[in-house]
């Protein structure tokens, strides 16, 4: 990614953000073995080189009786390699040159086999003389029968090969190709990508840290059938708790209802209500190191919830409505020594005045405030313009996707010397 910054604080200063592609400049190894699953990972090359990974596939001899090393080498512009004795090819030794050029390795489906072999040094073919010269980190992805898969012997391997290191991935239930229903399936590509781009995708810089993201919004009952919310969609939110994912930090995501998957390898906490928002999160602050406060949390509730749906009758209907609790407040008085809290405003008028004050009142380390009438920010969209003010300095940034709106906000904390 590319900052260019300018540091003449006090002033009204604008960034541009670039977030390249993921995986540029990173070699991934796809070993593919012998089983029906390889037909998926034509997708999982074709979703690596998308995010501008250099993908090398080695495939076992059994393996092109499923796929033909032509299609691997379509998708990914490199010469499949199956024979360890290739002498049309261009290193000399080319089990060796693979591995020093591999920043990771996954082999998906990896058959009973493959693992058997890897889990005991065995190295007789060019997937495995590979493997086992490779340094870097290595994802076994299991796809077979489930009796095979749950034969003490191929738990045992897998239990070996955890113990050296090696990421083994659950495979998934379902129907077999052999007609079986069970446990053996292998996982979609787009669930293995989640795998390598938390390994590769960026540098490491929140590793230790413990950060906790709200997002979305919250639902106020005022029967059992209606409720007051907002037009939040969480996409901002969950960007963050990607976002620092992939960078290494614990993440836990107290999520309002929203239609958007969470990211992988995150903790989520379903929340419906600002009361159980207000719970989710004080029980948990005391342990973060990170609080980004994205969530559209509701103001104000019904003070009476009634137990039956209200039937309309003529004339008017009012309710009667009270505050509710103000998290980002809580937060402010009780912040611990070296905790680093993010507040987000979202304004239609006066934005950076009315950001200020809502820094100064809660105690923040950081506001990230946007105005909702600017085409491109806002609610629901995939984009945001933002500004990030501080005690010290006000950056505005231009229109970018949320993720790399996150990665903007991200940045300045951990520029912060959190």
Not at 129 to 152: D, S
């Amino acid at each position: 990614m590319v900052f260019f910054k300018d540091i003449r604080y006090n002033k009204i200063i604008y960034y541009r953000w670039q977030v390249k592609k993921m995986l540029t400049g990173k070699t991934v190894v796809l070993g593919v073995s012998g089983g029906i699953a390889a037909y998926k990972s034509a997708i999982l090359a074709r979703l690596l080189k998308k995010v501008g990974a250099n993908v090398q596939v080695i495939m076992t001899k059994n393996a092109v009786n499923f796929m033909n090393p032509i299609t691997f080498e379509e998708l990914t512009g490199r010469k499949c390699l199956v024979d360890t004795f290739d002498r049309n090819f261009e290193y000399s030794v080319q089990h060796i040159a693979v591995a020093k050029e591999a920043d990771l390795v996954i082999i998906a489906p990896a058959t009973a086999n493959v693992i058997a072999k890897m889990a005991n040094g065995i190295a007789d073919d060019m997937l495995t003389t590979t493997v086992l010269a490779c340094t870097c980190h290595k994802i076994v992805v299991p796809a077979m029968n489930t009796n095979m898969y749950q034969n003490p012997v191929t738990q045992e391997n897998m239990k070996r090969l955890r113990a050296y290191g090696i990421e083994v991935v659950d495979p998934v239930s379902g129907v077999l190709a052999c007609g079986d229903v069970g446990l053996g399936k292998m996982p979609e590509p787009e669930e293995l990508m989640w795998y390598v781009l938390r390994e590769l995708a960026y540098e490491k810089d929140m590793q230790g840290k413990k950060v906790l993201i709200t997002a979305g919004p919250t639902q106020e009952a005022i029967d059992p059938v209606r409720y007051i919310t907002n037009h939040s969609s969480g996409k901002m939110g969950y960007s963050l708790a990607k976002m620092c994912m992939l960078r290494g930090a614990e993440v836990t995501l107290v999520s309002g209802m929203t239609n958007i998957l969470p990211p992988r390898f995150v903790k989520v906490v379903p929340v419906i209500s600002a009361r159980d928002m207000y719970e989710a999160v004080t029980c948990r602050s005391d342990d973060m190191d990170i609080i980004m406060k994205a969530a559209a949390v509701s103001d104000y509730r019904p003070v009476n919830v009634s137990d039956e749906k209200v039937k309309k009758a003529d004339g008017e209907m009012v309710i009667e409505l009270e505050r509710t609790d103000d998290i980002l407040r809580y937060l402010g008085e009780h912040k611990k020594d070296g905790q680093f809290l993010c507040g987000f405003s979202m304004e239609t008028q006066n934005m950076l005045e009315n950001s200020r004050k809502k820094l100064e009142q809660k105690h923040l380390d950081m506001i990230v405030a946007n105005n909702l009438k600017v085409a491109g920010a806002g609610f629901g969209t995939d984009t945001n313009i933002v500004t990030l003010i501080t005690p010290e300095e006000v950056r505005n940034f231009y229109i970018m996707s949320k993720d790399e709106v996150a990665a903007a906000i991200i940045d300045a904390i951990m520029l912060a010397g959190v």
